[in-house]
């Protein structure tokens, strides 16, 4: 096991580049609409007692020049710290602490005031004291100490599990970061030491990609919009956090995105973004087939032909269908539940489409090695879906 510390590309999201042996960043750039996207990393290894120290330096902007981006918020980064389990939305789960260029600090999705604004040529430290009591969370800017940004006492000291990591967050920005492995960019406060200077038996090592291809797994959800499939995904990976499944799906693409003053009340612009959204979708989905990880399609996934074009691209890995359909009743249920709460209504006739053209996944297809129903068993999804094919036959192949 490499013993080094570095940014880890496997603890990261698929749009975040590492570069530079690991002690480099950026974000993917093209498609465009990357450009509106978020990105994080966590470093390799982590602590859960001491007082640690990092430095991030903010080297460069990239070209952010987008339909649909806001030039204030096209350049952004958050610094910290978080624990494994959280989101790569770093300071938006707790146990996430994050240092905008903004001058803001968050944790748990609460922002506020701290500090100034930084941002390009800027060097942030970023300091994690578990010695006092209580625990702190500090930053410096070019060498300036900030001050005190947040401080928890419910810290279990000594325990691996809840270790915190170094966490970068980006959006178009080039970063460089320095854990030790170089020279100080600017000195550290006394007593702090730089994570690669820690002795190895006190850190804390992430999680480690599988070895190959043939021990990772990806599960392709199959279901009408609104049946439940985010739903079925999210709880799924909450429920097995030791695979550390990566969702894909244009709806969390779109939440990456994060158009600040843009509403799912605009269709033409909405209509933009999902269009932006499909192709870096596209993007992530040959991402993800090169990288050994696990993953979670969340799309309807009903169309054969779509199936078998994603799917191909996963040679090697342990391929799962996991059909989510639950009765009429039901379903109109969630449907309505989910209009509400996202402001989006698919149009009537593109679910005439789906439901003319939806066919279930098998095994003799050599597309899966099992399928399974999340919700209604074979045989009933098997006559609810034949019933979909018989009343919008007129939609058959379009």
């Known amino acids: 096991m490499e013993q080094r510390v570095a940014l880890d590309d496997y603890n990261s999201d698929l749009n975040f580049v590492v570069c530079d042996h690991g002690y480099g960043a950026s974000t993917l750039n093209y498609p465009l609409g990357f450009r509106l996207m978020w990105a994080g990393a966590r470093a390799t290894h982590g602590v859960c007692k001491g007082k640690v120290y990092f430095e991030v330096k903010l080297e460069s902007y990239q070209d952010a020049r987008c339909e649909g981006q806001n030039r204030q918020h096209s350049h952004l980064i958050r610094v910290g710290w ?5 989101s790569f939305a770093l300071g938006e789960d707790v146990w996430s602490f994050g240092y905008g260029g903004w001058g803001k600090f968050s944790t748990d999705g609460k922002f506020s005031e701290y500090g100034e604004n930084f941002g390009q040529g800027d060097v942030i430290g970023a300091m994690l004291d578990l010695e006092s009591k209580p625990a702190k969370v500090a930053f410096m800017k070019n ?18 599990i809840n270790a915190l990591f170094p966490h970068v967050y980006l959006k178009n920005c080039n970063i460089k970061v320095n854990f030790g492995q170089q020279g100080a960019w600017f000195t550290p406060p006394r007593g702090f030491r730089y994570l690669e200077h820690i002795p ?24 009408l919009p609104g049946s439940g499939k985010t739903t079925w995904a999210t709880n799924f990976q909450k429920q097995h956090p030791e695979k550390r499944y990566n969702i894909l799906g244009t709806d969390l693409i779109l939440d990456q995105m994060r158009v600040v003053g843009t509403s799912r009340a605009y269709p033409d612009r909405w209509q933009m973004l999902i269009e932006m959204a499909t192709e870096c979708f596209d993007v992530l989905l040959r991402t993800a087939a090169s990288k050994k990880r696990n993953y979670i399609l969340d799309q309807t996934n009903v169309y054969a032909s779509a199936r078998k074009r994603k799917l191909t691209q996963f040679s090697g890995f342990r391929r799962v ?15 309505q539940k989910r209009t509400k709460e996202t402001k989006k ?48 036959i007129q939609y058959k192949g379009k």
């Open 82 to 86: 978080s624990s494994a389990t959280s």
């Open 345 to 392: 209504e698919i149009p009537f006739l593109e679910i005439r489409k789906m439901k003319a053209n939806y066919s279930l996944p098998e095994t003799s297809d050599n597309l899966f090695d099992r399928v399974d129903f999340a919700e209604l068993p074979l045989r009933s999804a098997l006559a609810l879906v034949r019933r979909y094919n018989r009343d919008n």
């Open 200 to 223: 190895v038996v006190s850190r804390v090592r992430g999680a480690i990609a599988p070895l190959k291809k043939l021990d990772c797994e990806v599960i392709m959800t199959v279901g």
């Open 321 to 335: 269908a996991v059909v989510v359909q639950p009765d009429d009743t039901e379903l109109l249920r969630r449907s």
């Open 143 to 160: 060498g300036q100490h900030l001050g005190t940004a947040f401080s928890f006492s419910n810290f279990p000291i000594g325990n691996p």
